[in-house]
């Protein structure tokens, strides 16, 4: 897969998100982070685009900012 999008794994992304891999990799198999299976078996490695990895962290300290304000 050619991309230019910077990714990291899910490890890197884990510890951005002060979350567990199992967590991370169910928010990516829910479709709230964008990313692609490396390998082709079902609990093959897993890369995250940084920019959606970023954006969801964004999101959701709006949303607890939010929550916090009212």
């Given at each position: 897969?050619?991309?230019d ?5 899910t490890?890197e ?13 169910r928010?990516?198999?829910q ?11 079902q609990n093959g ?8 990895v970023e954006e969801?962290?964004r999101?959701?300290?709006n949303?607890?900012?939010t929550?916090?304000a009212?």
């Amino acid at each position: 897969m050619t991309n230019d999008r910077p990714t990291m794994s899910t490890r890197e992304a884990a510890a951005y998100l002060g979350v567990s891999r199992p967590t991370l990799l169910r928010l990516w198999s829910q479709g709230l982070l964008e990313g692609y299976r490396v390998t082709p078996y079902q609990n093959g490695r897993v890369r995250l685009y940084r920019d959606s990895v970023e954006e969801f962290d964004r999101q959701r300290k709006n949303q607890v900012a939010t929550m916090s304000a009212t």
